[in-house]
Nanobody
Framework: QIHLVESGGGLVKPGDSLRLSCAFS????????MGWFRQAPGKEHEFVAA????????RYAGSAKGRFTITRDNADTTVYLQMDSLKPEDTAVYYC??????????????RGQGTQVTVSA
């Protein structure tokens, strides 16, 4: 059984950075493409970024391009989301999902419990 645990969220000011982590267990990590989603209050889950199992290909939502970077460490079975130049509209609960490269949040069989990111002055 795949298990995903996110961490690294918190309260930051606009313009600050955060790095989210998602620890993977229960399977062969390098075989799984991984995705990050977020859900703001009262909104649907929104795709943020995804990365293939090898780490060689990535894709981003328009809102994340140029500010967020998804990476993975297959030795540590962890996927990261580096978030720079954070804005108040980035406030949301952030989730990782697997296996995922395209589609909706519901398409991913495995999802973590989420970590809260709040961007406020």
């Amino acid at each position: 059984q795949i298990h995903l645990v996110e961490s690294g969220g918190g309260l930051v000011k606009p313009g600050d950075s955060l790095r989210l982590s998602c620890a993977f267990s229960g399977g062969t990590f390098s075989r799984y493409a991984m995705g990050w989603f977020r859900q703001a209050p009262g909104k649907e889950h929104e795709f943020v970024a995804a990365i293939t199992g090898s780490g060689l290909s990535t894709r981003y939502a328009g809102s994340a391009k140029g500010r967020f970077t998804i990476t993975r460490d297959n030795a540590d079975t962890t996927v990261y989301l580096q978030m720079d130049s954070l804005k108040p509209e980035d406030t949301a609960v952030y989730y990782c999902a697997a296996p995922y490269y395209r589609g909706t949040f519901a398409d991913a069989p495995y999802r973590g419990q989420g970590t809260q990111v709040t961007v406020s002055a």
